[in-house]
């Protein structure tokens, strides 16, 4: 956890933004042009900081790469309060899934981790419905033309899928272009899910 002094330095999204063409709209929906087109998987992206954020940056880093696991616990704290109550009636929590191989390096799924906190504070369930049998590129390293590219077919829908809810917020930490929650979502739209809603910690527009 983070101490107070430092935890004050975070600053949350105030305005909520269109996840595709970033106008300004209601509760991180896609506005109503956006959310016409057919490849648009998501209802909302929920941000809750802005990836520029030095901050942010470090900690997140840290968070996934130093295995600063403590930290899922402030960064749900955050996620939590910045998702629209509208959104919690029956609804259920996902993540992105990783890579057998990254995760077994890595030692843990931050988005799980992330989840998990998050479940614990909303009391939402977690389903763990997703996985990711290609070991991609990092999105990160890649331009933004190729991200979609990159995951293509990357994930697949688990087997055992008993869909009991209406709605998902798929988490993850680092959302940029959104091209690995709209693969996710497009599979929970499949799998029988209504509406599908991202909620990350930070989105590098």
Known sequence: ML?????KKIKTVKTSLCPICHRITKDFQLCPNCGKKEHNY????????HYDSQIIK???YDFKYYGFVDLAETFAAIMANQIPKKYLKDTVLSFVPLYKTRRRI???NQSYLLAKNISGVLNLKIVDCLEKIKNTKSQATLLKKDRSLNII??????KAVNIKSKNVIIIDDVASTCSTLVACAKLLKKAGYR???GCVIARNI
Do not use: H, M, P, S
Request: hydrophobic residues 50%.
């Open 42 to 49: 998501l209802q909302a992206v929920i941000t809750c900081c």
């Open 195 to 197: 509406n599908v809603i």
């Open 106 to 108: 890595r030692g843990f």
């Open 153 to 158: 077919d990357a994930f697949i829908l688990k």
């Open 3 to 7: 101490c107070y002094e430092c935890f």
């Open 58 to 60: 470090k900690l997140i």
